[in-house]
Structures are given as structure tokens and as C-alpha cells.
DNA sequence: ATAAATGCAAATGGTTTGCGTATGT
DNA sequence: ACATACGCAAACCATTTGCATTTAT
């Protein structure tokens, strides 16, 4: 917590009581909210907090790694395969490759059980870089670094 | 294909050209299109064709379990927990579970290297039924078949 | 002092819905 | 004949953006 701060400091961004209070929110972890779910929380003691300012907040720590944002894409995608099959997504430029099915890992069962879940299947999405972004990537190897700018 | 349009009769579906136009052009597969995808491609031959009609027809045909769909949710959900680790998702109350990393299984890389990609990591979501939608379901297990309101 | 962050409101973009008309059964 | 599907336009909802004001550095 007091870690980041200054790490956020020495990444050029500034540390405020709205990005403190969505942090603490954040940190407070085990129920991975939504937008709006830390907004009602940190608007309880901070009436004047704004759901812009939460997803901008939002948006900056995912960029320093700080948060994991489930779910990238927005747009659903639609596959005539109905049978479950793992897929590789480009992280650039979002392009989906089919995996066969007997990709899937086994998945470790006994770690599933004490969630008490009832097991009905399970989605992969392998992240990763198609070769065409890889060449793309390494001709803009020589280019400034653009930290900021990869909020996207 | 033909099996399709009777299954769809039989579940008491319309077969109507608008829906086979589409489902021709899941078939082609291998681009894993969006809606607006199978939309301009069908409008390409059927120009009176509507957005509207894709949309329903597609989720005519995930309910029927002929088509997958990636990304259910529109949501995003962020989490303190920075380092990747796999969710347990409820598919009925959307509630998530997070599992140690440890669950993580060995990706498979002779599968993914003839792809091409660079691999950076993957995101595995187990689908289920968390115990408290399990219990709700039991009770409601006298109840009529609603299998067409399940279109959500 | 000044560049960056905030809050507001308007815009965006994918998806859904309501409704009057057309069509498969 | 009649319920279902269609096409259109409007509605929705999460997220983003523009801009004038405030604030951390």
C-alpha cells in the first residue's frame, strides 16, 4: 500500500485520496467488484468520488500490474464449434486461433472441491502474441517506450 | 446443417432463411466472427437482413448448444491480486471464487507451438454452480421445463 | 507554477427491446 | 390462422471522453 504509493510516484503518476480510497476498496479484495461495486463503496465515506475517476483509477492500475482486470474484450465472439475448446487470443491485435479440444490440461480437482462448486466445464484463453504483431513488435523495437500510452 | 433445421422444428423453432443464411456462415468457420461479422457477410447476399436478427439468431442457436460463445459477460471485475491465478465462476449468480495459483495446470506447448504465438500466459475460468445456486435449483426442480426463457 | 487528476455530462459502442408487419407452420 | 420471426428505431448499460476546475508535485 505504501509501497505502491511511492511506486507510483517514481512511474510519474500521482497519488491522490480518490486513487488511495479505491486501493483500499481493492485491497479489502475476496469479492473481485466491478466498477460500479467499488464506486458505491468508496462514494459511502467519499461522497464526491466520481465513476469516471473510478475507471480511469481503474484503468491505471491495471497498467502498473497492480490489479488483475478479468475479462479484456468486450465484444463477444461466436464459434459454430460447439464443443468446448481452449482458444489462443493475440493480445494485440485480438485475433482467435482454435486449440483441439485435447489441448485442455487436466484440471487439478482437489483444488476445485473445497469451493463447493458443482463442476460444470471450463474455459481457457491462452494469452499471447500472433506472429504477425510479433514482427510488427520487433520493427517498433527501436521506438521511445510508451508506458502511459499502453493503458489502451 | 440439415439436422440442425429439424432439431430446430422439433424445439419448436422457426426455420426461417435469415437463420440458415447465418448459421452458413458460422459454418464456414475458422474467424471466430463478432455479430457485426456474421452480419456483413450476410448482408453481403441478403441486403434486407438486420442487425437485430443476427443478435437474436445467435442467441437462438447458443441456446439450442450449437454455437459457442466466448466471453459471456460484459462486466469487468478487477482484483487486487495482481498475479495470475484461475476464477471459479457461477454461471447462475455470476459470483466468483478465486483458486491459488497452485490449481494453475501445465499448459500443454506442443499444442500451442504449431500456432505460432508467443505464448504470455492464460486465463483459465472454471464454470459451475456455486453451492448456493445449487441448493435454489433443487427446490426448483419440480417446476415446468423452461428451457427457452434459459436464453437469459 | 504547472502538469496531471477530478467531476460532470455528453458520447460511444455493443447489445437488447418494443412494436408493427411479414412469414413459417 | 396464428404464433413466431423479421426489420426498424429507440433504449440500455458499461465504459470512455472532453472540458473546465481543482490539486499534487
Same mark, same amino acid.
Given at each position: 500500500?505504501? +509501497?505502491?504509493?511511492?511506486?507510483?510516484?517514481?512511474?510519474?503518476?500521482?497519488?491522490?485520496?480518490?486513487?488511495?480510497?479505491?486501493?483500499? /476498496?481493492?485491497?479489502?479484495?475476496?469479492?473481485?467488484? #466491478?466498477?460500479?461495486? /467499488?464506486?458505491?463503496?468508496?462514494? $459511502?465515506?467519499?461522497? *464526491?468520488?466520481? !465513476?469516471? #475517476?473510478?475507471? %480511469?483509477?481503474?484503468?491505471? !492500475?491495471?497498467?502498473?500490474?497492480?490489479?488483475? /482486470? !478479468?475479462?479484456?474484450?468486450?465484444?463477444?465472439?461466436?464459434?459454430?464449434?460447439?464443443?468446448?475448446?481452449?482458444?489462443?487470443?493475440?493480445? &494485440?491485435?485480438?485475433?482467435?486461433?482454435?486449440?483441439?479440444? $485435447?489441448? *485442455?490440461?487436466?484440471?487439478?480437482?482437489?483444488?476445485?472441491?473445497?469451493?463447493?462448486?458443482?463442476? !460444470?466445464?471450463? +474455459?481457457?484463453?491462452?494469452?499471447?502474441?500472433?506472429? &504477425?504483431? @510479433? %514482427?510488427? &513488435? @520487433?520493427?517498433?523495437?527501436?521506438?521511445? +517506450?510508451?508506458? &502511459?500510452? +499502453?493503458?489502451?
Amino acid at each position: 500500500m505504501q +509501497n505502491l504509493a511511492e511506486r507510483m510516484r517514481a512511474e510519474g503518476y500521482r497519488v491522490t485520496p480518490q486513487r488511495m480510497a479505491i486501493l483500499r /476498496v481493492l485491497l479489502r479484495g475476496a469479492h473481485h467488484p #466491478t466498477a460500479e461495486d /467499488v464506486y458505491r463503496q468508496v462514494a $459511502a465515506q467519499f461522497p *464526491m468520488m466520481s !465513476l469516471a #475517476t473510478v475507471y %480511469k483509477t481503474l484503468k491505471v !492500475l491495471g497498467a502498473l500490474g497492480e490489479i488483475t /482486470v !478479468l475479462q479484456m474484450e468486450s465484444r463477444k465472439h461466436y464459434d459454430a464449434n460447439a464443443t468446448p475448446h481452449p482458444h489462443v487470443i493475440c493480445i &494485440k491485435c485480438h485475433s482467435i486461433v482454435d486449440l483441439p479440444s $485435447a489441448a *485442455m490440461p487436466e484440471l487439478p480437482e482437489q483444488m476445485l472441491a473445497h469451493t463447493g462448486f458443482r463442476i !460444470l466445464g471450463y +474455459n481457457l484463453r491462452v494469452i499471447g502474441l500472433c506472429p &504477425k504483431c @510479433q %514482427k510488427q &513488435k @520487433q520493427q517498433e523495437a527501436s521506438t521511445v +517506450n510508451q508506458r &502511459k500510452e +499502453n493503458l489502451e
